[in-house]
T-cell receptor, first 114, second 114 residues
Framework: AQSVTQLDSQVPVFEEAPVELRCNYS??????LFWYVQYPNQGLQLLLK??????LVESINGFEAEFNKSQTSFHLRKPSVHISDTAEYFC????????????FGQGTRLTINP | KAGVTQTPRYLIKTRGQQVTLSCSPI?????VSWYQQTPGQGLQFLFE???????NKGNFPGRFSGRQFSNSRSEMNVSTLELGDSALYLC?????????????FGPGTRLTVL
């Protein structure tokens, strides 16, 4: 079975400051990794994903995440956050073979203060 | 291209009633998955459908059921509602069953059980 741990339930930061949202996973088989974002009263939007290849993946809005197999981590970073980044962020894994089922972490609520 | 649509967006029911939620996937997508999101349990996988067949099921009681139609639209049904069934129910669609296929989420149906 797979499991995901998001180490911080809430992360408050000031606008234009850097941020890191931490994610660790556990799995006995190969997995793919995802970050989804959820804005208030909305569904989940895919932010970025790691399937294979370069361990550093980037999103179009300035976020990046690095897959670290030895540390079983997939931390999300942004060098300078904006008020509009206020949302809840979910890390998820999916088995590289088999069912489509996503296993999610508990989420990290990112709050940006002006 | 239109995204995943879910109807209704909000629903209020009383204990003991049953409810049916609907999901229309992105055009061309043939796989539909359902997730339950609650503050306490987070995001949990309910079931996955492809070509009108349930391919995978999460750890939920038999009161939760679903189906998929030939046009890939899906419905989920919850019978004998309990207070703990209050949640945001999210539907996600993907092209097919390949683990590399990205799941795109709808806005969800918020169910409140009184």
């Amino acid at each position: 079975a797979q499991s995901v741990t998001q180490l911080d339930s809430q992360v408050p930061v000031f606008e234009e400051a850097p941020v890191e949202l931490r994610c660790n996973y556990s799995s006995s088989v190969s997995v793919y990794l995802f970050w989804y974002v959820q804005y208030p009263n909305q569904g989940l939007q895919l932010l970025l994903k790691y399937l294979s290849g370069s361990t550093l993946v980037e999103s179009i809005n300035g976020f990046e995440a690095e897959f670290n197999k030895s540390q079983t981590s997939f931390h999300l970073r942004k060098p300078s956050v904006h008020i509009s980044d206020t949302a809840e962020y979910f890390c998820a894994v999916k088995r590289a073979q088999g069912a489509q089922k996503l296993v999610f972490g508990q989420g990290t609520r990112l709050t940006i203060n002006p | 291209k239109a995204g995943v649509t879910q109807t209704p967006r909000y629903l209020i029911k009383t204990r003991g009633q049953q409810v049916t939620l609907s999901c229309s996937p992105i055009s061309g997508h043939r796989s539909v998955s359902w997730y339950q999101q609650t503050p306490g349990q987070g995001l949990q996988f309910l079931f996955e459908y492809f070509s009108e067949t349930q391919r995978n099921k999460g750890n939920f009681p038999g009161r939760f059921s679903g189906r998929q139609f030939s046009n890939s639209r899906s419905e989920m049904n919850v019978s004998t509602l309990e207070l703990g069934d209050s949640a945001l129910y999210l539907c996600a669609s993907s092209l097919g069953l390949a683990p590399t296929d990205t799941q795109y989420f709808g806005p969800g149906t918020r169910l409140t059980v009184l």
